[in-house]
């Protein structure tokens, strides 16, 4: 196949990527929150002690996952990976659990990728969590999609489980707007997650959809480009959603 042909072929499938995103269709279900993919982790944080054992979750991305609200004050314990603790530590009382978060500020996925194994792999997490496409839009797709690639490939190769988010609201852009720079990296993450069979926390749909409904985001944001406490506790119900044994 020629350059020329492959591009083309490239520029339609992310065309249709776009169009699945924008009409709330699953690529290869990797929008589905299956439960199975966090089967194993479920079942020792169901252990009681003495046989459970310390369960790592680590939380690699920039400002959002750090906690920062109106930059520069951090609400730590109101971030999600911290509202997720809440309510794991409710559904899994004999579990013991870490929330490690690894984020840092007005980072993109290129220079998290650099620091991915002395700062994430090192903690040995049971789950990492990726969240980077916020400020992956000044990289550009290729430079990003690289950039995810080879964390996820990296932990995997360790036998880590990854899940991976899409981004929250950034005002300034139309979420509504199907070709906005979040929504074509959106696609692209829902695309990698098929690809490697791992699950994809949408929160770009869940906050996509409450403006389809006729409301505000502004409820849900601290500034133009963070959520607040109310926006963290949607994408912490949503990465519940995996945790739920209930559904087993």
């Not at 194993?40 to 906690?67: C, D, E, M, Y």
């Not at 007005?106 to 496409?133: C, T």
């Not at 791992?198 to 959809?209: A, E």
Request: overall charge positive; glycine content about 6%.
């Amino acid at each position: 196949m020629n350059k020329q042909l492959l591009k083309f072929c490239t520029a339609l499938t992310f065309i249709s990527l776009i169009n699945s995103v924008a009409t709330g269709q699953t690529i290869n279900n990797a929008t589905v929150q299956d439960t199975a993919y966090l089967s194993t982790i479920i079942t020792q944080l169901n252990k009681q002690w003495p046989a459970n054992r310390t369960i790592n979750l680590v939380f690699h991305g920039h400002s959002v996952p750090s906690g920062y609200f109106k930059t520069p004050v951090i609400n730590t314990l109101g971030s999600y990976p911290y509202l997720l603790l809440s309510k794991l530590n409710a559904k899994y009382p004999y579990a013991v659990i870490n929330i490690i978060k690894t984020c840092i500020g007005g980072e993109n996925s290129e220079q998290g990728e650099k620091r991915f194994k002395k700062d994430v792999l090192s903690h040995k997490p049971d789950v990492v969590f990726i969240d980077y496409a916020l400020n992956d839009r000044n990289l550009g797709l290729e430079r990003a999609r690289t950039a995810w690639e080879k964390m996820i490939r990296a932990a995997q190769k360790q036998n880590i489980k990854v899940v991976l988010l899409t981004p929250t609201p950034d005002v300034t852009e139309n979420i509504l707007d199907p070709t906005s720079l979040l929504a074509q990296h959106t696609a692209q993450i829902i695309a990698l997650g098929a690809k490697y069979h791992i699950p994809v926390v949408d929160s770009y749909r869940q906050f996509k959809d409450i403006k389809a409904g006729g409301q505000s985001l502004d409820p849900y944001m601290a500034q133009f480009n963070h959520i607040n406490g109310k926006g963290h506790e949607i994408v912490a119900q949503q990465i519940a959603v995996l945790f739920d044994a209930e559904q087993h």
